[in-house]
């Protein structure tokens, strides 16, 4: 059954570094999101992506992130300069077109 | 300002009972529904869903019922099992181009042998 993986599983990080977090999507998808969840706290929506652009993004999304599908497989997240309080799971989840979305295992970022 | 409310943090039930899991949204606009389960360190799975153009959906054990009129929607797991045990979201989107769920906090189901 394909499925949506995540890389790296875990990622420890120092405050200030940059990190990129991978997605692979399902290959005939064609929305793309990123979602994260603090511990303890609800799934928030990141950024949606369709047609190789930002749909929607949220208020959390602000300049310190980005988005990119750069080779027509891989989705990224990139957080530019990490702050103790983006210490969340991050999930990437695909989308054929309206209808279920399925969600990768997440990423542990944790800034220390 | 939540879209998506699920009210009930925690659920306890007995093995075999009901799980009754609410959810209301403020939006209107919604036309899809989502339930979720979430197990602990994994990412969402995809439970079961609801066009807003019904009002029951069913599968297996699972039934989701939507009241458009009240913005309500319900998840009905009968009969309960420990292996329901984990956090439930409810979602909604507006599908097309946006696509994007707008979920709800969650509510722990615990089931008790």
């Known amino acids: 059954e394909p499925e949506v993986t995540q890389t790296p599983s875990h990622q420890v990080t120092q405050m200030g570094q940059e990190v990129i977090l991978r997605c692979v999507p399902i290959?005939?998808?064609?929305?793309f999101y990123w979602y994260r969840q603090i511990l303890g706290q609800k799934v928030e929506f990141l950024v949606s992506?369709?047609?190789?652009?930002?749909?929607?993004k949220s208020e959390i999304f602000d300049d310190q992130f980005s988005v990119e599908r750069p080779d027509g497989s891989n989705f990224t997240l990139k957080i530019r300069s990490t702050k103790l309080e983006d210490s969340a799971m991050y999930f990437c989840?695909?989308?054929?077109?309206?209808?279920?979305?399925?969600f990768g295992q997440g990423t542990r970022l944790t800034v220390v | 300002d939540q879209q998506v409310k699920q009210n009930s943090p925690s659920l306890s039930v007995q093995e075999g009972r009901i799980s009754i899991l609410n959810c209301d949204y403020t939006?209107?606009?919604?036309?899809?529904f989502l339930w979720y389960k979430k197990y602990p360190a994994e990412g969402p799975t995809f439970l079961i869903s609801?066009?807003?153009?019904?009002d029951k959906n069913e599968d297996g054990r699972f039934t989701v019922f939507l009241n458009k009129s009240a913005k309500h929607l319900s998840l009905h797991i009968v009969p309960s099992q420990p292996g329901d045990s984990a956090v439930y979201f409810c979602?909604?989107?507006?599908?097309?181009?946006?696509?994007?769920?707008?979920f709800g906090k969650g509510t722990k189901l615990s089931v008790k042998p």
């Open positions: 939006n209107s606009m919604f036309d899809y």
């Open positions: 290959s005939n998808h064609l929305y």
């Open positions: 979602a909604a989107s507006l599908g097309g181009s946006q696509g994007n769920l707008i």
């Open positions: 992506f369709y047609n190789n652009e930002i749909s929607e």
């Open positions: 609801i066009s807003s153009i019904k």
């Open positions: 989840a695909s989308r054929e077109d309206r209808g279920i979305a399925f």
